[in-house]
């Protein structure tokens, strides 16, 4: 410790004048330092602080999963059960939730109703999409919902199973949303007159993200990066790497993990030439980026010890993307499935149904200042997401729970 050091410094600078001092005053001076040394440690080391629940709010009676998205005081939920639909949720008061308004798809051909999949919020918008590949543009006013806008997909009987909002991106006043051939483009500037533009082609597809005139496709053959720029003629431009094990952008940055490599930092304005500006070397188990932002991104890997795997999130200072530096690590319980973070404070949703909080203030000894033991049941633990603003962290699982806690103080 650095106060630890300089204590000692000085009683080595004043050595001359301890010798002229009765040795019962020599004990009493190392004594007090040795008390001091000892109350310094018990102060770092203090014990996690539990985060204190604000609110919470469970969707009565439905079927799988649920979805949610936060906008300023509105949680948008879509439910797993058709029957329910989406839902808007004011959450101004945490503690006592409420439902402003809801919508269900009329479906008639089945005398029901459409099953939502996923959904994207831009301002008075919400952008879904249904098992039968239909494509609906919801406006929010006044605490109702309508839907203003539609592509529907040719009725052929099939279905497509792709829950999660991952599979839907806006971008640009453009919706991308996964298909059976690869990945749709809807052009939504006009709400009422939705359009599909364009189909990239992609074959087993795994995961995409979505950045300007770009597309990342995560696929059997690696990572690939399209040119979107005119949906119509989309086309592959690079492979960026064949054996990507996780990707994420970032304010014009692409960060790809590989377990040969570490972590590659790429600038997208120079991603058709397909080498990265700089490289952090990283060769531990299970290396994957979680996140990126400001001047850092986030990485998390396992150690087996005695048998058990540890989980470690790493901070990597990317300020110079040509340049990365690892710095401080911290242990956590399980695989993440979620992170968010704020400056250097991070905040990670474990498998094993845990919520932690990290400060990384102190680059090389970074500290648990919060954790929570979720309520979730074994097998709900699947798929938890999180999200943050000024007051709150929010976060929900893949079922049918949403849980609103206090933001922790040393984070305001």
């Not at 906008?71 to 879509?78: L, N």
């Not at 008061?93 to 959904?119: A, D, M, Q, T, W």
Request: include cysteine; hydrophobic fraction near 35%.
């Amino acid at each position: 410790m650095a106060v630890q050091r300089f204590h000692l410094e000085n009683i080595g600078m004043k050595k001359e004048c301890f010798l002229r001092i009765p040795v019962i005053a020599v004990s009493a001076v190392l004594f007090g330092l040795l008390f001091l040394v000892v109350a310094i440690d018990d102060a770092n080391s203090e014990p996690a602080k539990k985060l204190k629940l604000a609110g919470s709010y469970k969707t009565k009676e439905t079927n799988g999963a649920c979805y949610v998205c936060i906008a300023g005081k509105r949680a948008y939920i879509i439910s797993g059960d058709s029957e329910k639909g989406l839902s808007v949720l004011d959450i101004s008061n945490p503690k006592k939730p409420k439902v402003e308004s809801s919508i269900r798809i009329p479906y008639p051909l089945f005398e029901g109703f459409h099953l939502l999949h996923g959904l994207r919020h831009n301002k008075s918008y919400i952008y879904t999409y249904d098992s039968k590949q239909n494509f609906w543009v919801i406006k929010v006013s006044k605490k109702k919902l309508k839907v203003v806008g539609k592509v529907l997909h040719p009725e052929d009987g099939g279905s497509m199973i792709t829950f999660g909002n991952d599979w839907i991106r806006y971008d640009n006043s453009r919706v991308y949303i996964k298909s059976p051939k690869g990945v749709k483009i809807y052009d939504v500037k006009s709400a009422k007159k939705p359009k599909l533009t364009g189909l990239v082609e992609i074959e087993k597809l795994e995961s995409f993200r979505v950045s300007g005139k770009y597309l990342f496709a995560e696929t059997r053959e690696g990572l690939l990066c399209y040119d979107v720029s005119s949906p119509k003629n989309a086309k592959k431009i690079v492979c960026v790497c064949e054996k990507p094990s996780s990707y994420c952008i970032q304010k014009g940055m692409l960060y790809v993990t590989e377990s040969s490599k570490g972590l590659s930092i790429y600038s997208l304005s120079g991603i058709k030439g397909g080498k990265p500006k700089g490289v952090c070397s990283i060769k531990e188990s299970g290396l994957k980026v979680l996140t990126a932002g400001g001047d850092c991104a986030w990485v998390q890997f396992w150690k087996k010890e005695q048998d058990v795997k540890k989980f470690y999130v790493q901070g990597i200072d990317v300020s110079d993307p040509a340049k990365p530096v690892p710095f401080g690590k911290a242990e956590f319980e399980s695989e993440a499935d979620s992170i968010i973070t704020k400056e250097m404070f991070v905040v990670i949703g474990a498998k094993k149904k845990n919520l932690v909080v990290f400060d990384f203030t102190d680059k090389k000894k970074p500290k648990t200042i919060c954790n929570f033991s979720l309520p979730f049941k074994e097998n709900e633990s699947l798929g938890m997401e999180l999200d943050m603003d000024k007051k709150y962290i929010y976060a929900w699982n893949c079922y049918d729970r949403l849980l609103i806690f206090n933001l922790p103080k040393e984070m305001k």
